[in-house]
């Protein structure tokens, strides 16, 4: 072969490997001003610790594992139930330590199994009486003994919102869309409602972390060829929706607008893992920000607000003087 035709050739193999060489997405201008919202005002309640134990529900999968267990090696006693967890925040012996007995039901369990947003809605129609009686799975408490407080929280992939769908929204979904969110969590304040000495806190999912990919140079051009939305794009526009969402939940003008009871309340995990509106995305996420679960540090902070704000709640309730 010809030098020409070598140089030609190799030309030509340099050119083919650049169209692979991986380009990092980077994060977009967000596509509308970081809004905030107000939320309930709980000022007015005390935030020490109860006068009497209450029993507490937890209803979680990994991130609210996470988010009670402490600091240290993995150590599981049951799926998602932890002794130990190295992104631990504390939340459960912060707790204990405030009077309340706290209990679990994750993964494989009746009431644990199925944590989704549309998930909510047929679990306390359907199955709250054993809501209220769960000590851990599926073990119950005996007879007399009920859960007077249940936190429930979906995970982060329920913040990836696929647009704002059409108002007023399916609450049985499937699609993930902002108005079917609404809906479906407007459909479940009939059956709170019936439970007035049940507090239920319902606990916004943990923001995703933004994870910049890394397409080969032909894909990223081929996306801008067809006008198609990067993946930094993509969940720019989620985290925008997330916010949205979330705001409208906790706002004494959304979600609870109307709500006439004073069992039901909003913790904003979501808005402590974006440091209180500094991003539309996690701040926390754990391993260095390359995973959705929240950081050990994240989860601590979180924890540490959500003590005083259950107190403030409890009472607001009744369950405490």
């Known amino acids: 072969m010809s030098k020409k035709r070598l140089v ?77 967890h190295p992104n631990g925040g504390g939340l ?47 073990q119950m408490h005996p007879d007399g003994v009920v859960n007077r407080i249940v936190v429930f929280k979906s995970c982060y992939p329920n913040n990836r919102f696929v647009g704002e769908g059409s108002a007023p929204g399916n609450p049985a979904g499937p699609e993930l869309t902002v108005w079917n969110a609404k809906a479906t969590l407007a459909s479940i304040l009939p059956d709170l409602a019936k439970r007035k000495d049940t507090l239920f806190v319902y606990v916004t999912a943990p923001a995703n972390i933004l994870k910049r990919s890394k397409d080969p140079a032909w894909k990223w051009t081929a996306k801008r060829l067809l006008g198609k939305p990067s993946d930094a794009e993509i969940a720019q526009r989620q985290a925008d929706l997330a916010r949205s969402f979330n705001n ?36 926390h996420g754990s391993e260095g920000n390359t995973d959705h679960h929240p950081s050990s540090a994240g989860n601590a902070r979180a924890a540490d607000e959500f003590v005083p704000f259950l107190n403030q709640a409890v009472r607001r309730v009744g369950l405490s003087t």
């Open 248 to 283: 409208w939940v906790k706002s004494p003008d959304g979600w609870l607008s109307g709500y006439p009871e004073k069992n039901v309340v909003v913790f904003d995990y979501y808005d402590v893992l974006t440091n209180k509106g500094e991003s539309n995305f996690s701040l």
């Open 92 to 138: 459960k012996r912060k707790l204990t330590e405030q009077g309340y007995r706290v209990h679990e039901a994750s993964y494989g369990s009746e009431i644990g199994e199925n944590t989704d947003l549309f998930d909510w809605a047929p679990k306390f129609r359907d199955k709250m009486d054993k809501v209220l009686r769960v000590a851990l799975n599926d």
């Open 8 to 84: 030609s050739a190799g030309a030509f193999l340099v050119a083919l490997g650049a169209l692979f060489i991986p380009i990092e997405g980077t994060a977009p201008a967000a596509t509308r001003p970081i809004a905030k919202a107000g939320s309930l005002d709980l000022s007015g309640f005390a935030s020490a610790r109860p006068d009497t134990p209450l029993d507490l529900l937890f209803i979680h999968h990994s991130c609210g594992g996470q988010l009670l267990t402490e600091t240290g090696a993995e150590k599981e006693k049951a799926s998602c139930v932890y002794e130990a």
